[in-house]
């Protein structure tokens, strides 16, 4: 297993990849809230953002690194209701997909955890993520095209980067998305089923997980983050996402 983790890191130029840090100007890969070892952005076109990554964000629902659980995790929300689903396979080949998936997670990786670490004066290796889906309909839960990217993206996850997540919490999640669930679930580890967590529109357990100063408002928190354009988590979909290059929320930090 861990050779070929080291031959996929290798053949796919992992280590070569563009990661925004501290001691670089890369562009992040996507919007970044609470953090010191990379200013507040959102992700904007400019010098290293590459096209295909724009197009496909213009398709997604919104997602943002915002702050830390209570035991310091990196705390990660995606707007996963508001994706443009039927637009997603029109934007995006399944590789240019996980291409970004894996930026994204080498951004945790080599930028968040060690930062997240060095505060909690231990060591921090797995990240809670959060995933909204106020909004999504039917039609885009039985959409197969996009369907059939998420399993081979979630294929590639669980092989590559098998324990970064501590919890998943799926918030305001529908009725209908019971029968896309069933489907979701075989193609998943039993390991990260039993780190998932289904909930309604309750969100107490979120509270538990994570403080209300550190949460946004929409998700049952008090933030705002009404210094950034787009709030807590800019989505194209809801008109919330102004062009700006990532050098005017430099001087930027959260108080």
Aim: neutral net charge.
């Amino acid at each position: 297993m861990i050779n070929a983790w080291y031959e996929w890191r290798k053949q796919a130029n992992v280590d070569d990849l563009a990661v925004a840090q501290p001691d670089n100007e890369n562009p992040v890969p996507c919007a970044v809230r609470g953090y010191g070892a990379v200013a507040d952005a959102n992700v904007t076109a400019g010098i290293g953002v590459d096209d295909a990554q724009l197009r496909l964000t213009r398709t997604l629902g919104g997602g943002c690194w915002h702050k830390r659980d209570r035991d310091g995790r990196p705390v990660y929300i995606e707007r996963a209701g508001r994706h443009i689903i039927k637009d997603i396979p029109k934007t995006s080949s399944t590789s240019g997909l996980i291409e970004f998936h894996v930026l994204l997670q080498e951004f945790l990786t080599r930028t968040l955890l060690p930062e997240c670490s060095q505060l909690a004066e231990e060591t921090v290796w797995q990240q809670v993520v959060v995933i909204d889906l106020a909004g999504v309909s039917l039609v885009a839960l039985s959409h197969i095209p996009a369907l059939n990217m998420l399993r081979e993206m979630l294929a590639r996850d669980q092989m590559m980067y098998p324990e970064r997540m501590y919890r998943t919490y799926v918030v305001n999640a529908p009725p209908v998305f019971i029968t896309a669930w069933k489907m979701i679930r075989s193609w998943l580890d039993p390991r990260v089923i039993s780190k998932i967590q289904i909930l309604g529109k309750d969100h107490a357990e979120l509270l538990d997980q994570i403080p209300a100063h550190n949460l946004p408002s929409f998700l049952g928190g008090s933030c705002k983050c009404s210094h950034m354009p787009g709030g807590c988590v800019p989505s194209v979909p809801l008109g919330n996402y102004p062009d700006l290059p990532r050098s005017a929320y430099a001087h930027l930090r959260h108080q």
